[in-house]
């Protein structure tokens, strides 16, 4: 559908919030169920208030797919997110990223050539199709999903890592995971395989800067990649929390470095950070490392436990902090007016691999 007149984004970052709130309210009651707006748990606490639905990225897009009535999809958090969606939703939905600049750094130090390239190299040293499989985390572009659907591999959350790659060791004696180091490592330790059988694959150096030997005799080859927030944090941060504050207990996201997970008390996805905090005792004393829009949430939410933000420096997903109530006002005054912005397409030959891998997540959770 197309508007000869659409609506301009320049002219709303003139208004007041109380102009913006209005107009996004009024907009959300015109489109009605026929919109579902999806807002992550790092995004900013101005856009998250007008969100349908909350959480982490797959039960969002998984909600949205259950939401045939809705059909247009507004995702509040970035690219992959939404690719999530509109591979989960059905062909008459459409997803939707009101700020095409919202990307995910993680997600873009991996990509199709240079993964293709890797499973050629280490294809060259053992007999990858039979003896790797390939394990996306979720936090990915649709063609590395793609990809796994391909060769017969899978994607992960931060929560069911560790059970994902129980399966993956099922399938074939080895796994590649990509893009973030950390959750690999931190899962795979957790279910018992030693650091020294793990080994960093370098996308930027010949054969990723391993030996034959190296890659002959891992059992967990980790793509270095990591996430730009959660490597802040570091083990430091819990020596100083737990010395000022006796009884303090630490959480943090399994994306922080090996070094910190060991050292916390709690190690957890988002959703499961929150469970421990909102589960535990009135007076409970909490040090979280994760990003901030999230921590502070916690704050407001539990006044009467003592809830700080694990690292001194401020650290918050950047890229999604680009989605404003500016953008969401744009992108719903559109609908209204006929006009789909920024719609988030996945081609159907990528999607089709991609749902395959996501299909064989789903079926061991």
């Given at each position: 559908?197309?508007d000869?007149s659409?609506?301009?984004?320049?002219p709303?970052?003139?208004l007041?919030?109380?102009?913006?709130?209005?107009?996004?309210?009024?907009?959300?009651?015109?489109?009605?169920?026929?919109?579902?707006?999806?807002?992550?748990?790092?995004?900013?606490?101005?856009?998250?208030?007008?969100?349908?639905?909350t959480?982490?990225?797959?039960?969002?897009?998984?909600?949205?797919?259950?939401?045939?009535?809705?059909?247009?999809?507004?995702?509040?958090?970035?690219?992959?997110?939404?690719?999530?969606a509109?591979?989960?939703?059905?062909?008459?939905?459409?997803?939707?990223?009101?700020?095409?600049?919202?990307?995910?750094?993680m997600?873009?130090?991996?990509?199709?050539?240079?993964?293709?390239?890797?499973?050629?190299?280490?294809?060259?040293?053992?007999?990858?199709?039979?003896m790797?499989?390939?394990?996306?985390?979720?936090?990915?572009?649709?063609?590395?999903?793609?990809f796994?659907?391909d060769?017969?591999?899978?994607?992960?959350?931060?929560?069911?890592a560790?059970?994902?790659?129980?399966?993956?060791?099922?399938?074939?004696e080895?796994?590649?995971?990509f893009?973030?180091?950390?959750?690999?490592?931190?899962?795979?330790?957790?279910?018992?395989?030693?650091?020294?059988?793990m080994v960093?694959?370098?996308?930027?150096?010949?054969?990723?800067?391993?030996?034959?030997?190296?890659?002959?005799?891992?059992?967990?080859?980790?793509?270095?990649?990591?996430?730009?927030?959660?490597?802040?944090?570091?083990?430091?941060?819990?020596?100083?929390?737990?010395?000022?504050?006796?009884?303090?207990?630490?959480?943090?996201?399994?994306?922080?470095s090996?070094?910190?997970?060991?050292?916390?008390?709690?190690l957890?996805?988002?959703?499961?950070?929150?469970?421990?905090?909102?589960e535990s005792?009135?007076?409970?004393?909490?040090?979280?490392g994760?990003?901030?829009?999230?921590?502070?949430?916690?704050?407001?939410?539990?006044?009467?436990?003592?809830?700080?933000?694990?690292?001194?420096?401020?650290?918050?997903?950047?890229?999604?902090f680009?989605?404003?109530?500016?953008?969401?006002?744009?992108?719903?005054?559109?609908?209204?007016?006929?006009?789909?912005?920024n719609?988030?397409?996945?081609?159907?030959?990528?999607?089709?691999?991609?749902?395959?891998?996501?299909?064989?997540?789903?079926?061991?959770?």
């Amino acid at each position: 559908m197309s508007d000869p007149s659409p609506v301009s984004l320049e002219p709303l970052y003139e208004l007041s919030d109380e102009q913006l709130d209005s107009r996004i309210q009024k907009a959300k009651a015109t489109l009605g169920d026929s919109c579902v707006i999806l807002g992550h748990h790092y995004q900013r606490e101005e856009v998250y208030k007008y969100a349908d639905f909350t959480g982490d990225s797959l039960k969002l897009a998984r909600l949205a797919s259950q939401r045939p009535d809705a059909k247009v999809i507004v995702f509040c958090g970035v690219h992959f997110m939404a690719e999530v969606a509109d591979i989960l939703s059905t062909p008459e939905q459409v997803a939707v990223l009101p700020d095409m600049a919202a990307g995910c750094s993680m997600a873009d130090m991996a990509d199709l050539p240079s993964v293709e390239a890797a499973w050629q190299a280490i294809g060259e040293v053992i007999d990858v199709e039979n003896m790797v499989t390939p394990v996306t985390y979720v936090n990915s572009m649709a063609d590395l999903k793609g990809f796994c659907g391909d060769h017969g591999g899978t994607v992960c959350t931060s929560s069911n890592a560790k059970k994902i790659l129980a399966w993956a060791f099922e399938q074939r004696e080895k796994v590649l995971f990509f893009p973030d180091q950390h959750l690999g490592r931190n899962s795979a330790v957790a279910m018992g395989v030693e650091l020294d059988e793990m080994v960093l694959w370098k996308p930027t150096e010949p054969n990723g800067g391993l030996t034959p030997q190296q890659i002959k005799d891992a059992k967990v080859i980790l793509w270095d990649g990591f996430c730009s927030v959660h490597q802040m944090f570091q083990p430091a941060h819990i020596d100083h929390f737990r010395k000022q504050i006796p009884g303090i207990q630490i959480t943090v996201h399994p994306e922080s470095s090996y070094e910190v997970c060991i050292k916390a008390d709690h190690l957890g996805s988002t959703e499961q950070i929150q469970s421990a905090v909102r589960e535990s005792p009135s007076g409970s004393k909490w040090a979280i490392g994760t990003e901030l829009n999230l921590v502070n949430r916690l704050k407001h939410e539990m006044p009467d436990k003592e809830i700080h933000f694990l690292c001194p420096t401020i650290c918050m997903c950047s890229t999604m902090f680009r989605i404003d109530t500016q953008h969401l006002c744009w992108t719903l005054e559109n609908l209204v007016a006929g006009n789909i912005v920024n719609p988030i397409s996945v081609p159907p030959a990528v999607a089709t691999s991609a749902k395959k891998a996501l299909d064989r997540m789903l079926s061991v959770m």
